[in-house]
Structures are given as structure tokens and as C-alpha cells.
């Protein structure tokens, strides 16, 4: 298990869990980032992580990103 910010970009990853607070793993439930949920890395820009949650594509800053738990 390592943070989204160590994931190999370009290669599908699984989340294992979201360690943020209530309010934050909510939102980010309703984005679809959720346990269990596959997302893909796609690219590292000046601090911020864009990952592709099924068919779409969303922007992480690298602080939450590292609070999102992948394998």
C-alpha cells in the first residue's frame, strides 16, 4: 500500500483507503474515490496530481493525494 502521490502514472491502481477527515473522505466519495474503487494516475503537475475516476478526469493537490491510499 503506498500513498496516490508514489503511484506509477499511467497504470490503473486500486484504493485501499482514504485517510482524511469525515468531511473531506465524503467529498471525495461523491467523486468517486472511494475503497475498493480503481482510478488511474495520469500526470504530476507543479503540485498537484490529475487522476481519471472512471470516466472522468479530476485534479488532486498533492497534500490530499498523499492521504489517498493505493495498490
Same mark, same amino acid.
Given at each position: 500500500? !503506498? $500513498? #496516490?502521490?508514489?503511484? $506509477?502514472?499511467? +497504470? @490503473?491502481?486500486? *484504493? /485501499?483507503? *482514504? /485517510?482524511? @477527515?469525515?468531511? =473531506?473522505?465524503?467529498? #471525495?466519495?461523491? !467523486? +468517486? %474515490?472511494?475503497? +475498493?474503487?480503481? %482510478?488511474? $494516475?495520469? &500526470?504530476?503537475?507543479? +503540485?498537484?496530481?490529475?487522476?481519471? =475516476?472512471? @470516466? &472522468?478526469?479530476? =485534479? *488532486?493537490?498533492?497534500?490530499?493525494?498523499?492521504? %489517498?491510499?493505493? @495498490?
Amino acid at each position: 500500500m !503506498l $500513498p #496516490l502521490v508514489a503511484a $506509477p502514472l499511467g +497504470g @490503473e491502481v486500486r *484504493v /485501499a483507503k *482514504v /485517510a482524511a @477527515e469525515d468531511k =473531506v473522505k465524503r467529498h #471525495l466519495e461523491n !467523486l +468517486g %474515490i472511494l475503497a +475498493g474503487q480503481t %482510478i488511474t $494516475p495520469m &500526470s504530476d503537475n507543479m +503540485g498537484n496530481t490529475v487522476i481519471r =475516476v472512471k @470516466e &472522468s478526469r479530476l =485534479v *488532486v493537490n498533492n497534500g490530499l493525494a498523499a492521504k %489517498i491510499f493505493v @495498490e
